[in-house]
T-cell receptor
Framework: AQSVTQLDSHVSVSEGTPVLLRCNYS??????LFWYVQHPNKGLQLLLK??????LVKGINGFEAEFKKSETSFHLTKPSAHMSDAAEYFC??????????FGKGTRLHILP | GAVVSQHPSWVICKSGTSVKIECRSL??????MFWYRQFPKQSLMLMAT?????????EQGVEKDKFLINHASLTLSTLTVTSAHPEDSSFYIC????????????????FGPGTRLTVT
């Protein structure tokens, strides 16, 4: 069985400081992992994805995530937060049957 | 949190027929529902945004006459794939957001479990 856990429901950082959104997963197979962002009243937007290639994945808007099999983690990071990064972020795991599981989401707040 | 259900969870249909997928928010009056499609090993693709009582807003490249969306009430949205073809085979997911829960207004997004459509 597969699952995904986003460890923080809310994260607050000051503008210009680093962002870390944590995600742990469990999967019986080599999973595909995704991070999505959702701004208020908007649909999901793909930030980045891992599909068994390079373990460090670079995405849009300066975000990146590192797949760590030993820690079963896929944390999302950004060196310097911007006000426009305030949104809800979802970590998603997909296994070989293409069934996808969403994390509960992390709301990122950016403090001026 | 709210529960969003989809029915059916999987469906097989013949080419040329139409299929309706329901998305229900069971304890949540959602003003907005989103429909997504996922191709194998790919990310979700937003198809359309529907607001209760108004026409859906389709993303570029999505045929609105082929993928009919109806959001007749705050708890039900339907996606009808008309004249389905094998290339329409996919995993369809809905989500509901921005609505009233028992404890008050919620801005969270709640996802359905998805519907796998196979067109033969």
């Amino acid at each position: 069985a597969q699952s995904v856990t986003q460890l923080d429901s809310h994260v607050s950082v000051s503008e210009g400081t680093p962002v870390l959104l944590r995600c742990n997963y469990s999967s019986s197979y080599s999973p595909s992992l995704f991070w999505y962002v959702q701004h208020p009243n908007k649909g999901l937007q793909l930030l980045l994805k891992y599909t068994s290639a390079a373990t460090l994945v670079k995405g849009i808007n300066g975000f990146e995530a590192e797949f760590k099999k030993s820690e079963t983690s896929f944390h999302l990071t950004k060196p310097s937060a911007h006000m426009s990064d305030a949104a809800e972020y979802f970590c998603v795991v997909s296994d070989r049957d293409d069934k996808i599981i969403f994390g509960k989401g992390t709301r990122l707040h950016i403090l001026p | 949190g709210a529960v969003v259900s989809q029915h059916p969870s999987w469906v097989i249909c013949k080419s040329g027929t139409s299929v309706k997928i329901e998305c229900r928010s069971l304890d949540f009056q959602a003003t907005t529902m989103f429909w997504y499609r996922q191709f194998p090993k790919q990310s979700l693709m937003l198809m359309a945004t529907s607001n209760e009582g108004s026409k859906a807003t389709y993303e570029q490249g999505v045929e609105k006459d082929k993928f009919l969306i109806n959001h007749a009430s705050l708890t039900l949205s339907t996606l009808t794939v008309t004249s389905a073809h094998p290339e329409d085979s996919s995993f369809y997911i809905c989500s509901a957001g921005g609505g009233l829960l028992a404890g008050g207004w919620s801005y969270e997004q709640y996802f359905g479990p998805g519907t796998r459509l196979t067109v033969t």
